[in-house]
């Protein structure tokens, strides 16, 4: 660097010398001409280089290049790898080559690239035709594209360049001449077929035929393959439900052109432009969009650990749903709201639905219906919408009363009671102001006794009820408050039904999962998400819940599923609020929890003497009989349990005076040890013949004989 320093210092001193005045002044006179030189070598290079490396934006990699599938709107698939829609509506159904007829190939090259076959991306012949056409009209008459350069164009430069420019053309060729070097011709071909845009909304030769004729590429004839190779010149303009005259004219230009290229003869030229067109009435529209209603819910999931995902190109969705369980849902919300609605009021509102099914042993959701859809994006409520479970929470309120020692043969009042808050006075009333007196936990819980609970509740402490829900999963406001053992707080569905699973489960918590992972089209992992499961309760406790839950549903207000045809194991719990305005039904078998809800958007009362049995309750049975098989026999009692034969009305244990007996599982230390004092022998009177009463010991033998002689009538008779 010193020594061009050094020269650079010398040469200028040489120039100053009066004896070189002419090279200074060839040398001003000069410059601009040297700085233009060298500034078009610099922007040459310059521009060489940028066009090589596809611009700013950077070229597709050979692997991206190889590994490119014409986006359908990111694939969404279940458990099973089942395609169950989109994340985007894009009007797109991929086809390979194979499945599409050759006549329908052959027009659209006859039409958009002659000599598709024989050029490396770029048609130099089309390039000086379409120079001497646009020259000698003095204007842009006519394109040079070829088959690779419109897949360029629509496959990696949609996000890029917009609208027409020298740039663009540019960054096309160089892209063309990429594609060529990595695809054969019939893979290019295939991208075409898929991404060219037909109008109205739609993409590729496979959406296009069911769109226009209501049928798939594989059958269409060779007046239809023409019309569609007609189209992507101007779609709009050339439009055959729009403009019939125009597509026809058009359409049978192509099949002259088919002809000139001796791809069909005169004959059947002739034919298939004397045939009329014949477009059906219905466009099309991807049947999977609307056929399942977990997609809301798994588009909105994308956006919120993916944000813009979609807009950088096409996903695929591994998700957890269970196809038929979801149809089965979706089906059962749709047709119970609409039957529902007709039997209330809602004051001009629509009557809203949601249903949650969940696996319980890693928390997979297996369906998901967040409302009645009357459009797509709507919101979903079975994450979002918070709502008041009512009697639905109560199980939490007996867990925290297992907890802390108590046991199903527990005995509480359930008696009128009355709470102090501060000055005020709170009186919850039972359903129907039907009490039962004193009762068994597991009998207040099966009849859904409100005064029972709440006595449970404030015997237990409401502190150690939220800290049960919450070790479920309940992750909503908790308030200390009487009226949280009746279910006064707002929870979503999704929420309550993933806090029942450590019932069924063994007493672990899981973390609902919707999405397994996240793939870009050539497989490539973008995220993904593993099963997370925690202890949650005593599994001991679980088992004891679940078997009260078991006795709501076979006895008490949940035995409407039993009415509905469902056997097996199951348990649940109905809830309804105080006004009428939420029902739900949580129910629960070895492998599934499912809970459905009810009710309008803007709290109103659903119907008179609205309640979870007589609503919710059916649309669960309904969904659990058509959407799942139950792969288990009965919940596995855990270790640590002793068994005891109780009488179920005073929870003591049995005598041989009891009319009826169960038997009951408890923790250690919890099972009952008295026995039962409602039904003792009381000794009879026994009335002799001559009237005498004897209050005990034996009668006389005359009034033996007498009853022997009555008895022999009696048979006799």
Known sequence: MQFLKNRFHILRQRL??????????????????????????????ALNVWLLTCGFYGCPSRSEVRAYRPNEGGQVLDQNSKLIGHLAIVRRINVPLDKIPRHVIQAFIATEDRRFTQHNGIDWRGVARSVVRNVSSMGVREGFSTITMQVARNSFLTHRYHGRSLRRKLIELRLARLIEGELTKRQILEHYMNVIYLGNGVYGVEAASRDLFGKSVSGLSLSEAALLAALPKAPSYYTPRDHPERARTRRNLVLDLMQEQGFIDASNKQRSQATPLRITATEWRPSQYDQYGAIDAIRAFVDSVMPDALKEGDLVIHTTIDAKAQLAADKAIANHAVSIQNQGWGNGQRLQGALVAIDPQSGDIRALVGGRRARRGGFVRATNAKRQPGSAFKPFVYAAAIAAGLSPASLVDDDPVEVMIGNTSWIPANYDDNYQGRVTLRRALMLSANAATVRVSRVVGEQNVIAAARRNGITSELQPHPSLALGAMEVTPLELVTAYAPFTNGGFRVRPRLVTRIEAPDGKVLWSQEIERSPAMDPRDAYEVTSMLRGAVDYGTGKVIRDYGVTGPVAGKTGTTNNGADVWFIGYTPTLVAGVWFGYDTPTQIADRAAGGRFAAPAWADFYKAGWRERATDWTLPDGMVSAIIDPESGELATEWCPRKTREWFKPGTQPQSPCQLHTYEEPEIIAD???????????ADWLDNLGKRLKKILRF
């Open 16 to 45: 100053r010398e009066p004896s070189n005045e002419p090279a200074r002044v060839w040398l001003r006179r000069g410059w601009w001409k040297f700085s233009m030189l060298g500034g078009a070598v610099v922007g040459l290079l």
């Open 690 to 700: 001559d009237g005498s009463v004897y209050p005990g010991g034996q009668p006389n």
